[in-house]
C-alpha cells in the first residue's frame, strides 16, 4: 500500500483523501537540513510512536512505541552515527525532542527518508504527526488527529509513502 501527497493539501490512501500540511517552502528533490522543505520521492515508513498519557494505544498494524521522557530524534549533523535516529536525550546532540507540551509530536510516524546510510546536511527528523490548524511544517506532512487515527487503521508494516 503507498500512502500519495498528492498535493501540498492532500494525501491519498486507497478511497481516502486527507487534507494535510507540508513543509513551509515546498517539495523538493534536492532536501537540506532545515529548509523548511518536504522531501521529494518514495520512502518506507517507520513505527507508530505515541503519547500514552494522552492518547490510548491506537489501531494499527503498526509497531506502537510509547514515548518517553528522554526520547528524541537526532538532527545534529555532526553526529554523524547517530543523525537521523531515535537517541536518548541525555547525550548532548542536538535533537528533536519526542514528548513535547504541545499535541503535535501525540501520535508520529517517522518518514525514512535519508535514513540506512543517512548523508550530512541532507536532512532529518521528517515524520507524519498531528495538526490543528495546517499551518506549514518545517518539512514533515501534519494531519488532523481525526484522520490520523483513520490512516492508521488503513496502512501496513510494509506501506510506503510518495511525495510528489
Known amino acids: 500500500m503507498t500512502l500519495l501527497l498528492k498535493n501540498k493539501h492532500s494525501l491519498k490512501i486507497d478511497d481516502f483523501n486527507f487534507r494535510c500540511c507540508i513543509g513551509k517552502n515546498g517539495v523538493t528533490a534536492f532536501k537540506k537540513e532545515g529548509d523548511y522543505k518536504t522531501p521529494k520521492g518514495i520512502f518506507e515508513i517507520g513505527n507508530l510512536y505515541y503519547r500514552k498519557d494522552r492518547i490510548k494505544k491506537p489501531k494499527t498494524k503498526l509497531k506502537c512505541i510509547e514515548i518517553k521522557n528522554n526520547m528524541g530524534w537526532c538532527n ?63 518539512g514533515c506532512i501534519a494531519l488532523s488527529k481525526k484522520d490520523f487515527l483513520i490512516m492508521l487503521k488503513l496502512i501496513k508494516k510494509n506501506s510506503k509513502i510518495k511525495i510528489n
Do not use: M, W
Open 76 to 138: 545534529d549533523v555532526n553526529q554523524l552515527k547517530n543523525y537521523n535516529r531515535l537517541i536518548n536525550t541525555k547525550k548532548n546532540f542536538r535533537h528533536e525532542k519526542l514528548k513535547r507540551k504541545d499535541y503535535k509530536y501525540d501520535l508520529l510516524i517517522p518518514i525514512k527518508y535519508n535514513f540506512k546510510k543517512p548523508i550530512k546536511n541532507k536532512g532529518s527528523c521528517i515524520f507524519i504527526h498531528l495538526t490543528k490548524h495546517y499551518k506549514p511544517t518545517a
